[in-house]
């Protein structure tokens, strides 16, 4: 299963051995399209390539790849995001050792499922808004909706697989619940006014590492939404984004013995 990724070569590098920078799309219902994207390029600009994978549940293309994305939410949505990292390094253009994940909204969601639901792919992740307690956040859209079974929860339990919004299955795909199993660096960027992925679900996350011995790097955006309206903090946020990249994924460093990181087979 699989549709056209975007691959974002950065200017002035030959596309052999490159430091990898997964970047998944929110929604999930969503997709990318080959125009101008701000994090891409700015991530490229560094000498990174940037991957932006069309997983399963993407919308814009045949109504089946899109619904083969039911029930697999921090499952094959997840796994074909992998998929693309180990088609790249086997034909050279990536450094399987040298790859972290960066999104937002579902993004945010597969960048903790990418280093809680998965291991030994990425050397360190990025979450912008993104979920980390599936029950907590179908708990929230059904009290902000007076219990109502609205559009919005059915499109989420539909791709989470979910029958309810306290299913024990739901545990199984937060990656509150396997925090205790991070073993790379990790940063949370959250806007303190978002109501559509609550802040809380980032501090919560910050919570669970920070006790599992794994203390996260936490920034707040104060009075921002979901969407990063802002100027001001869209930079801030980009700017951390970026230190945080150069600190733990150097562009210009060869991969050395100690990553952690390697491709899936």
């Not at 937060?174 to 006014?193: C, N």
Request: aromatic share 8%; with cysteine; proline share 8%.
């Amino acid at each position: 299963m699989s549709a056209a990724a975007i691959l974002t070569l950065p200017p002035g590098r030959a596309a052999k051995g490159l430091p990898l920078v997964v970047l998944p799309h929110g929604g999930p219902g969503a997709s990318d399209d080959p125009g101008f994207n701000w994090l891409a390029q700015a991530i490229a600009s560094r000498g990174y390539a940037v991957l932006q994978p069309q997983f399963r549940g993407s919308t814009g293309f045949v109504e089946p790849f899109h619904a083969a994305g039911y029930g697999e939410w921090g499952r094959k949505m997840q796994t074909d995001l992998s998929d693309g990292v180990a088609h790249l390094a086997k034909d050279g253009t990536i450094d399987p050792k040298r790859v972290c994940i960066v999104g937002g909204s579902y993004g945010g969601y597969a960048a903790l499922a990418g280093v809680t639901l998965q291991h030994g792919i990425y050397r360190c992740a990025v979450s912008l808004a993104g979920p980390s307690d599936l029950k907590a956040m179908l708990s929230y859209e059904t009290d902000v909706t007076s219990g109502s079974d609205n559009p919005t929860l059915r499109f989420w339990k539909r791709f989470m697989g979910a029958r309810t919004r306290t299913d024990p299955m739901l545990d199984t795909i937060s990656p509150i619940r396997f925090a205790v199993t991070v073993d790379v660096p990790v940063m949370l960027i959250h806007g303190k006014d978002d109501t559509v992925v609550t802040y809380d679900q980032s501090r919560a996350m910050a919570a669970a590492l920070t006790k599992a011995g794994h203390p996260p790097e936490f920034v707040t955006l104060p009075g921002e939404d979901h969407w990063l309206s802002r100027g001001q903090t869209r930079t801030a946020m980009l700017a951390a984004t970026i230190a945080f990249l150069a600190k733990h994924l150097p562009p210009d460093a060869a991969a050395t013995g100690s990553a952690k990181a390697a491709a899936a087979p």
